[in-house]
Structure formats: structure tokens, C-alpha cells
């Protein structure tokens, strides 16, 4: 359901615009890692340890980018990329790497484009100096990204942070003195229910489980707030609540 309203809006936007008229080629290929993350201090973070990919689109003038652990390489037309199915990871980064790309060509103050070097911990303590206005006392994170989880500990305790990733090399470990946990459907309910707020990596919207933390979301009552740049075009055509404040 989500899929299909979301891939309704954008296609009445391309109409709106008159874009699927247009012999507009979008071409996606994978980031290098200096290209999307620069030069960090800190080197844990998954797209230098080869676990994740920044796929990037453009058209016209205006770059997208999509985190994936399916990456591919390719040019077509954006009336062809949303003909796709929604049936693969694959699929699902091309689409909405060119969504971003789309949205941004419309928008320009939408932020695409992931930050560099430091600038990833320089966002997380501007998403702390945001939370904390919020009387947050327990904070859920829905993928491991490190500067965000340093930070939620400095700012919360690590009693008070609950952290679940699908990353099997970080099963069973602990970061920052927070327990990482699989993230089963069981300990991802109990995080949204434990948790007074929930921040969940855009990446979701690639790999297709968005739909269903937006669902635990719902039955436990908790807000939710996605971060980074994938889930940019997907946030401002359902309504999503976003935290990204230093891509461009």
C-alpha cells in the first residue's frame, strides 16, 4: 500500500510537470566511498566497510542518491523506472534514487546529497540539540549508524538508548556500551513500544521494510523521525518526518 500511494504521487507529479513527455535520460551508478562520504575522521560507519552502497541518479541537472546493498548501474527513461515493480531491492534503489533526483530537479531545497567527512557527527548533535526540545527520555535507533548512536548515548545514557540492525557482524555485539540487538519482528516491536521516539534510517525505503515501522509506529503510539538522504522525495510526498541537516 505504501509502494503503490507512493509511487501514485510521484507519477501524477511527472504528469503534473509533463515529464514522462520528455526524452529524459536518468542514469544510476554506484558512489565511490570518498565520493559519498568524503574523508570522515571516524571510519565504522557501513559505507566504508563495504556493507552498503550510494547509488546516485540525475536528471536533468539534479542529482538523487539511495543507500543498497543491491547496487546497479544503468540508463533508462523515467517513464521506463516507474513501469518497474517494486518486487526487488534492486528495483526499489532505482526508483527511489531517481524519486530523489526528480524531487530535488522540482524542489531544490529538498537535500539530496549525503554530507562529507565530519559533517555525519556534526548532524547527529544538531538532531540531539533537536530531540532534547522534544522531553524524550528513551530514544529507539532502526539501523546502526554510529555518529547518531555516540551521540544519543552522550546525550541520553546508554540505558536509555535501544539500537537494532540487520548487519549479521554487529549480532550480539554492544557499541557505546548499547546492546546491538537482530531486529526480528519481536525486538523491533519492543523497541517502538519501549521507546518514546524512534529514529530509523531512510535506507527502509530501499529495503522494504518502511512500511512495516511505520505500522509499529502506529499500534505502539510512538513518533518516528527517519534520517539521511534516501528517504528525501519519499518524505515530502507521504508526509514523512525527516532529520538530515547537513546533506546538500
Known sequence: MFYDQLKERFLAL?????????PVAISARILSNEEAIGNPTRQDYPLLK???FLMAARFKDSQGQAFTDAPSEQISTLEAILDRPFDSVSNRAIFIATLNAVMRSLQPEIMTIHCHDDEPEDCAREMMRRIKQMSIKK????GLQ??????????????HVICVDRD?????????GVSIKW?????TADLFVKSDLVLATGSTVVNGSLPGLLQLAKDAQTEIIFYGT??????ELMNLK???FKAV
Open 14 to 22: 511527472a504528469i503534473k510537470h509533463s515529464l514522462l513527455q520528455e
Open 50 to 52: 563495504g556493507k552498503e
Open 139 to 142: 530514544v529507539g535507533l532502526v
Open 146 to 159: 554510529p555518529a547518531i548512536l555516540e551521540a544519543l548515548v552522550e546525550t541520553f545514557g546508554a540505558d
Open 168 to 176: 549479521e557482524s554487529q549480532l550480539g555485539s554492544s557499541k557505546y
Open 183 to 187: 531486529g526480528d519482528e519481536q525486538e
Open 230 to 235: 534516501s528517504i528525501a522525495g519519499a518524505a
Open 242 to 244: 525527516r532529520f538530515c
